[in-house]
């Protein structure tokens, strides 16, 4: 325990400097952006004046108290969360029935397939007009668009797990007089979870990554994705960099609380030095 208290503050530490010395960084490029960088950008169709590409912390700071005072940002944060929270639900769930249900059977395997490499190489931007045709405007369409991102990893880490299991304790358990169901209870669902267990943690990255996509759909405030697209289409440097570290933070978030779960799901296992 003392080994293991010792190395989490060690890595809290090197997080720490780390972000120390990427914030001195970037403080110093904005100050050298500011004397040697454009303000006055070509966009194609007009030019845009006084454009800070890498704004101050002054700048940051006033962006970011108008958009916590006006109630902006946090609304945008419980509406993408909210949706970010049900279609990774959806998705994982979805995914990992058909991963076990496949690792299982090869037949159904053979079935799944050709749509699992088929949604896996598709970008989700290229999806959405199909779902806004399918779903329409509202919710389902964006809330879906993340599931099918989650569910096709989810599915491709249960399918793994279920597949890593060695046939000697498959053997061992069904000689001993084992029924099938048990088998599955504690024998193929505990060895599986590892791999389980890393797919949900690439999948929910993947989820705050489509969300920016699907809030295009119907884009309107308040939202993290239309946060980002009406930064982009004025344009508005700071409150791009406030979105984009919003996300970045919110997956972080989201990764710890997934490690910690997992930690305390799975004290019963040995770990390892």
């Known amino acids: 325990m003392v080994a293991v208290g010792q190395r989490r503050r060690t890595q809290v530490a090197r997080a720490l400097l780390a972000l120390a010395l990427c914030t001195l960084i970037y403080g110093i490029a904005a100050e050298l952006g500011r004397r040697w960088l454009p303000h006055r950008v070509w966009l194609g169709t007009h030019y845009i004046d006084d454009l800070e590409l890498l704004p101050p912390f002054s700048s940051l700071t ?32 979805i995914g990992i029935l058909l991963g076990l249900a496949t690792g299982r059977a090869a037949r159904l395997e053979y079935l799944v397939e050709p749509w699992v490499s088929f949604l896996r190489f598709t970008p989700a931007l290229a999806l959405l007009p199909l779902y806004v045709l399918w779903f329409g405007f509202g919710e389902a369409s964006k809330v879906l668009l993340i599931a099918t991102s989650v569910a096709v990893v989810a599915l491709l880490g249960a ?105 305390r799901a799975t004290r019963w296992m040995t770990r390892a030095a």
Do not use: N
């Open 159 to 263: 399918h793994q797990g279920v597949r890593a299991v060695s046939p000697v304790h498959l053997e061992a358990a069904a000689s001993l007089g084992a029924s099938e169901k048990l088998i599955f209870r504690k024998i193929v669902l505990p060895l599986a979870f590892p791999h389980i267990f890393a797919s949900l943690r690439i999948a929910l990255g993947l989820a705050w990554v489509t969300i920016v996509v699907a809030e295009l759909i119907d884009a309107r405030m308040p939202s993290l994705g239309y946060l980002l697209a009406l930064s982009g289409a004025y344009p508005r440097v700071p409150t791009m960099l406030i979105g984009v570290v919003t996300v970045g933070s919110l997956v972080l978030i989201c990764d710890l609380l997934a490690l910690a779960l997992h930690a």
């Open 62 to 93: 006033d962006e970011m108290t108008f958009l916590v005072r006006s109630g902006i940002l946090f609304s945008s944060i419980a509406v993408s969360s909210g949706r970010v929270l049900l279609g990774f639900l959806l998705g994982s769930a």
